[in-house]
């Protein structure tokens, strides 16, 4: 079974400021995604980012960025430029390919509280 | 109305109740999933739709029955439920199959549920 592992329970950055979240994947797959989605106060999650495992380039979104390291199964998000609205709980998630018949499971981690100090 | 929606956004009920929890898409998608979300521990998928049947019950307790009449909504039907079940729950609705290889899922609001 895959399971996603998120360190950091909580995590605090100034406005301006970089800061780098963490995560690690344990899966027997070839051929997955993974994802970011954050979770502002007011509850609506949203992606933030996305990564194919095939593609050896770094998924960037604007701020934000992955580091990802397929060998190590690992898969960081680093947020530049931090701003107030950042602040939010932010999960990694991880989802086999979902072509064809699979259903596209997501298993997400525990979550990191992510504060913006002004 | 646009992306997914959920009502109620907060509910209070007692163990002895019955009440129904309410999710629509709007994005034309095939998928649709329930969620649910406890303090200090990860999204648990509890079920998953997949063009209106149900491909995945998640070791769910049967005090919580999901309907999918079609593909646009999702209801959650709750009756006896424990305060244990007090948590956010949340529905996403995805696109998959061909030509949809990425399963990114979006979400609504959540209710939050309260069982006294």
């Known amino acids: 079974a895959q399971t996603v592992t998120q360190s950091q329970p909580e995590m605090s950055v100034q406005e301006a400021e970089t800061v780098t979240l963490s995560c690690t994947y344990d899966?027997?797959?070839?051929?997955?995604?993974l994802f970011w989605y954050k979770q502002p106060p007011s509850r609506q999650m949203i992606l933030v980012i996305r990564?194919?495992?095939?593609?050896?380039q770094n998924a960037t979104e604007n701020r934000f960025s992955v580091n990802f390291q397929k060998a190590a199964k690992s898969f960081s998000l680093k947020i530049s430029d931090s701003q107030l609205g950042d602040a939010a709980m932010y999960f990694c998630?991880?989802?086999?390919?979902?072509?064809?018949?699979?259903?596209?499971?997501?298993?997400f981690g525990q979550g990191t509280i992510l504060t913006v100090h002004p | 109305e646009t992306g997914v929606t959920q009502t109620p956004r907060h509910l209070v009920m007692g163990m002895t109740n019955k009440k129904s929890l309410k999710c629509e898409q709007h994005?034309?998608?095939?998928?649709m999933y329930w969620y649910k979300q406890s303090a200090k521990k990860p999204l648990e998928l509890m079920f998953v739709?997949?063009?209106?049947?149900?491909?995945e019950n998640n070791s769910v307790p049967s005090r919580f029955s999901p309907e999918c009449p079609n593909s646009s909504h999702l209801f959650l039907h709750l009756h006896t439920l424990q305060p244990e079940d007090s948590a956010l729950y949340l529905c996403?609705?995805?696109?998959?199959?061909?030509?949809?290889?990425?399963?990114?899922?979006?979400f609504g609001p959540g209710t939050r549920l309260t069982v006294l």
């Open positions: 996403a609705s995805s696109q998959i199959g061909s030509g949809s290889s990425y399963n990114e899922q979006f």
């Open positions: 899966t027997s797959e070839s051929d997955y995604y």
């Open positions: 990564q194919e495992a095939y593609k050896q």
């Open positions: 998630a991880y989802s086999r390919n979902a072509g064809g018949t699979s259903y596209g499971k997501l298993t």
């Open positions: 994005l034309g998608h095939n998928a």
């Open positions: 739709y997949n063009f209106k049947e149900q491909t």
